[in-house]
């Protein structure tokens, strides 16, 4: 199985910046995909960014393009996301995945962190 854990929430002012970290562990061999999703309050989990594991690939909700950018460390094996000019909307629990292939669609990623908050205050 694969562990995943989240780090870097908190809450911030519109327009500040956050980098969010995920530490996997276990057996990730195999494993193509790596997620960012969030779900705010009363709402459905949203599919955020995704790249590649091994190459360059990467997709973006348009809601976050041009501001939130995914990156990883393969020899740590973690993924970041870079979150630029924050605004309230963003306000949501952010969770990364990870699955067996590239896909925005949340069904294909089978391993999950437990989330950290991300407060965007106006």
């Known amino acids: 199985q694969v562990q995943l854990v989240e780090s870097g929430g908190g809450l911030v002012q519109a327009g500040d910046s956050l980098r969010l970290s995920c530490a996997a562990s276990g057996r990730t061999f195999g494993t193509y995909a790596r997620g960012w999703f969030r779900q705010a309050p009363g709402k459905e989990r949203d599919f955020v960014a995704a790249m590649a594991w091994n190459g360059g690939s990467t997709y973006y909700a348009d809601s976050v393009k041009g501001r939130f950018t995914i990156s990883k460390d393969n020899a740590k094996n973690m993924v970041y996301l870079q979150m630029n000019s924050l605004n309230p909307e963003d306000t949501a629990v952010y969770f990364c995945?990870?699955?067996?292939?590239?896909?925005?669609?949340?069904?294909?990623?089978?391993?999950w962190g437990q989330g950290t908050q991300v407060t965007v205050s106006s």
């Open positions: 995945a990870t699955g067996s292939y590239l896909t925005t669609k949340e069904d294909a990623y089978l391993y």
